[in-house]
């Protein structure tokens, strides 16, 4: 692997992977901040357990 021109502990590349658009309002959010998430859930629930099947 060689790390030219990028620092150490710092890819962009994998740091866009983070965020992902939402469906909802099409705003880019960061998966990794719960806060964001939950706040683009936009009042829907999130699907944990199929009960209504
Ligand atoms: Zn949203």
């Known amino acids: 692997m060689t790390s030219e021109g990028k620092p150490l502990g710092w890819t962009p ?8 658009r939402c469906p909802v309002c099409g705003e880019m959010l ?7 998430v939950l706040e683009h859930l ?9 009960t209504r099947h």
Request: charged share 55%; net charge negative.
């Open 13 to 20: 590349r994998d740091e866009r992977e983070h965020f992902i």
């Open 30 to 36: 960061d998966m990794r901040d719960l806060s964001e």
């Open 42 to 50: 936009h009042g829907q629930e999130v699907e944990e357990e199929p």
